[in-house]
């Protein structure tokens, strides 16, 4: 007897794997890719330390709606490593793997959440509570533990709140992002 949910989710992987085989899908993640990159590095506001607010998420988001879980993990995963390298240690720290890891999920989550659907106020809140909480506040809160000990704990304050006004502000930016994203790609004839 098979699970629906888990058929489910191996055909959007499955098929979002597949999108890697189109041309035209290849290139607008790319470029989906490049400016979540500029974003990151130029639409960045560093609060202090490991405190950011940043609109990065929103290309990603537009991957994962666009071309699905696999495709959306190798962006995230991808714009970490670009980032870094492109940005120097000076703006992010060090490079620690962890936070990769981090940009993987988070890219894996909006696939799963968008992917073959009409993304509703739902779906979003859904995702970001996800990316959010266990994400950003757990997994990076972790992340962070590992490299600084206890005195990451000083900052769980800060990191909440940040996150509380990312979570507000993305949930009202995120719909009519994707939403006209997907409408321009609708216009743009395929060759």
Do not use: C
């Amino acid at each position: 007897m098979n699970n629906p949910m888990a058929i489910r989710v191996r055909d959007t992987f499955r098929d979002s794997v597949r999108e890697l085989k189109n041309t035209r899908s290849l290139a607008i993640a790319a470029m989906l890719l490049a400016l979540q990159i500029v974003i990151r590095q130029y639409v960045t506001v560093n609060i202090g330390g490991s405190l950011r607010v940043g609109f990065d998420y929103l290309a990603l988001a537009v991957s994962g709606a666009l071309f699905g879980p696999f495709v959306a993990m190798m962006a995230g995963a991808l714009s970490d490593i670009l980032a870094y390298f492109l940005g120097g240690a000076t703006a992010t720290g060090a490079y620690f793997p962890g936070f990769t890891v981090t940009a993987l999920l988070s890219g894996l989550t909006y696939g799963y959440a968008f992917y073959k659907r009409d993304v509703k106020l739902l779906h979003i809140i859904i995702a970001r509570l996800i990316v959010t909480v266990l994400l950003n506040l757990g997994l990076n809160t972790f992340w962070l533990y590992l490299m600084q000990g206890n005195a990451v704990w000083v900052n769980i304050p800060m990191r909440a709140l940040t996150n509380a006004v990312t979570f507000a502000i993305s949930v009202v930016l995120m719909l009519p992002f994707i939403r006209n994203v997907r409408r321009f790609l609708v216009r743009v004839p395929r060759r």
